[in-house]
């Protein structure tokens, strides 16, 4: 049973979550409409290439922010860098509502949206290794249960992102989405980041790093790779397996779907907004799971199941789209394992000393090399291909990868 302190530190980590993780992932959500109005070219899969791009920029901006705020989380606490690191979403978020398209500006706007992007790559990048050290350190004892509430919430941003989107686009008219309508998700993330800022103030410093305050690392990254390095590459190719299934079932099938697919029901919008909270729950009966059973053996047939599901998911899309429900419940199933069981590894491949910046490394790694290009990649290859299914490819590419990287990893248990 968590105490009352445990509970109010995990309620106001997860909020803050899940208002960061909406700021970052509305952009893919809303690719196609931002396509249009900043990377015109004629050419419906170019342009879109061309805003996978710069969404790939933002996660590429990842493992920046996560050495940054990775080495002042470490020196001077958990607390100050999510304050930090939500100030920065909320405002970078806020002006890419602002900027004017191509056609009012010309160049300046796909460069501003860029830059605008990195500072959200930025943010991101802090924010989730330090929730997952934060909140295993608060709750060492239900480290999975406890990751897997914050999970449930981060992922439960792209619920709010999906959810925001699809009562837009019931509402209004495809032209008003393509003027104004998609600045709204936006503007919100903006004013949901501040009230998420003010709210943090409330946290209280994680009790393994206030014993150990006296005694930090000058340069926590150094650290990690003179000491942790084998873990570090281990831990970048098991996250790349999360990031590629989560960013390929849930932030590319839009995109998928209508402009490859050319389906443009709105159902499906409020189907998959449906899988995706599905997703968000699995994450804590998988965390519970985490806590009972080895981590290692878990992410062995998660590496496996993967590469069986994908395949029949991508299937589904391309050749009965009436059976999209299925292919987003096998999806649902695949990132709340993914997401619930992680975490909770990553939690103890690192010392408290170095953690905030041994798990900012191979997770914003993870995701900026196998999360962020994961739709220029999955829409590269069904360009060469000619196969609408070729994204699975991918998934057996990282999974493999995770395999391999379980043989390497040594676990901490301090």
């Known amino acids: 049973m968590l105490t ?11 909020l803050g979550g899940v208002l960061e993780f909406y700021d970052f992932i509305i952009y893919a959500l809303l690719a196609s409409y931002i396509a249009k109005e900043f990377f015109p070219t004629g050419n419906n899969l170019t342009t879109l290439a061309a805003t996978f791009a710069t969404f790939s920029i933002g996660y590429l901006a990842r493992p920046l922010g996560g050495i940054v ?21 909320a405002i970078s978020t806020f002006l890419i509502a602002m900027v004017p398209a191509y056609n009012v500006i010309g160049v300046a706007a796909p460069i501003i949206l860029t830059l605008l992007r990195i500072l959200q790559g930025l943010s991101i990048g802090g924010e989730i290794p330090g929730a997952i050290a934060y909140v295993s350190e608060s709750i060492p004892e239900k480290k999975g249960f406890a990751c897997g509430i914050i999970f449930c919430f981060l992922i439960s941003g792209i619920v709010l992102g999906s959810l925001i989107l699809a009562i837009l686009s019931t509402f209004l008219s495809e032209a008003d989405m393509l003027s104004w309508g998609w600045r709204i998700p936006f503007i919100l993330g903006g004013i949901f980041g501040i009230w998420s800022y003010f709210s943090r103030k409330q946290l209280e410093e994680s009790t393994l790093f206030t014993a150990i305050a006296t005694k930090t690392e ?12 084998i873990n570090t590459l281990a831990a970048t190719f098991i996250v790349g397996l999360g990031a590629a299934l989560i960013v390929l079932l849930f932030l590319f099938t839009p995109a998928f779907v209508g402009t490859i697919l050319h389906y443009t029901g709105k159902e499906y919008i409020w189907l ?6 599905l997703a968000a729950v699995l994450c804590i009966p998988f965390g519970l799971l985490a806590d009972r059973f080895n981590h290692k053996k878990l992410i062995f047939i998660l590496s496996i199941v993967s590469m069986i599901l994908v395949y029949i998911i991508f299937k589904l899309y391309v050749e009965n789209f009436a059976l999209a429900w299925l292919a987003l419940l096998l999806s649902a199933i695949l990132v709340g394992f993914t997401w619930g069981v992680i975490p909770a590894l990553l939690s103890e491949l690192f010392p408290t000393a170095i953690r905030y910046s ?8 993870g995701f900026a090399i196998f999360g962020g290009l994961a ?12 196969l609408l299914v070729a994204p699975f490819y ?9 395999i391999i990287a379980l043989l390497w990893v040594r676990v901490n248990w301090d």
Do not use: C, W
């Open 4 to 14: 009352k302190t445990q509970q109010k530190l995990l309620v106001l980590s997860s």
């Open 69 to 89: 705020f990775g080495h002042f989380g470490d020196k001077f606490g958990r607390k100050q860098t999510f304050m930090a690191s939500i100030l920065i979403m």
């Open 218 to 229: 000058s340069f926590p990254l150094m650290r990690v790779l003179q000491t942790k390095l």
């Open 272 to 277: 998959r907004t449906a899988g995706i909270f």
């Open 358 to 365: 041994g798990i900012a490394v191979s997770y914003n790694l």
């Open 375 to 386: 739709p220029l990649v999955a829409t590269t290859l069904i360009y060469e291909t000619k």
């Open 394 to 402: 991918y998934i057996i590419f990282t999974a493999l990868l995770s």
